[in-house]
Nanobody, 117 residues
Framework: QVQLVESGGGLVQAGGSLRLSCAAS????????MGWYRQAPGKQRELVAS???????TYADSVKGRFTISRDNAKNTVNLQMNSLKPEDTAVYFC???????????WGQGTQVTVSS
C-alpha cells in the first residue's frame, strides 16, 4: 500500500502562482512514476505532469512553460510549481503514484485549485 498526502491548493487570481506538494509513504519501490492529474467539473481526469524516478518529465501541452514538476526520491515527495495560472486551470488536483511492474496505482485525496479571473 502507498499513501499519498497532498497540500498546497487554494484560491488565487489569474496570473498568480501556487505550489502543490505530495508526500508518499508506505511500500515505495524504485522505477515508479509520480505525477499530478486534474479533474474539472464535468470533465475527465487528465494528466498535468509526471516524472519518473529517473527524472524523465512529461507535461500536458496546456501547462508547458507555466508549470514545473520536481521530485525528491530520498523524501518520496513530488511538487508542482504552477505559475501564470489561468481560470481554466481550476480543478481538483490529484497526486498519483504508478509502478508498471508489479502493477500498482495509487491516488491522493485531491486538493482544490481555484483561479479567479
Amino acid at each position: 500500500q502507498v499513501q499519498l498526502v497532498e497540500s498546497g491548493g487554494g484560491l488565487v487570481q489569474a496570473g498568480g502562482s501556487l505550489r502543490l506538494s505530495c508526500a508518499a509513504s508506505g511500500s515505495i519501490f524504485s522505477n515508479n512514476i509520480m505525477g499530478w492529474y486534474r479533474q474539472a467539473p464535468g470533465k475527465q481526469r487528465e494528466l498535468v505532469a509526471s516524472i519518473t524516478s529517473g527524472g524523465s518529465i512529461t507535461y500536458a501541452d496546456s501547462v508547458k512553460g507555466r508549470f514545473t514538476i520536481s521530485r525528491d526520491n530520498a523524501k518520496n515527495t513530488v511538487n508542482l510549481q504552477m505559475n501564470s495560472l489561468k481560470p481554466e486551470d481550476t480543478a481538483v488536483y490529484f497526486c498519483n503514484y504508478y509502478r508498471p511492474f508489479p502493477h500498482s496505482n495509487y491516488w491522493g485525496q485531491g486538493t482544490q485549485v481555484t483561479v479567479s479571473s
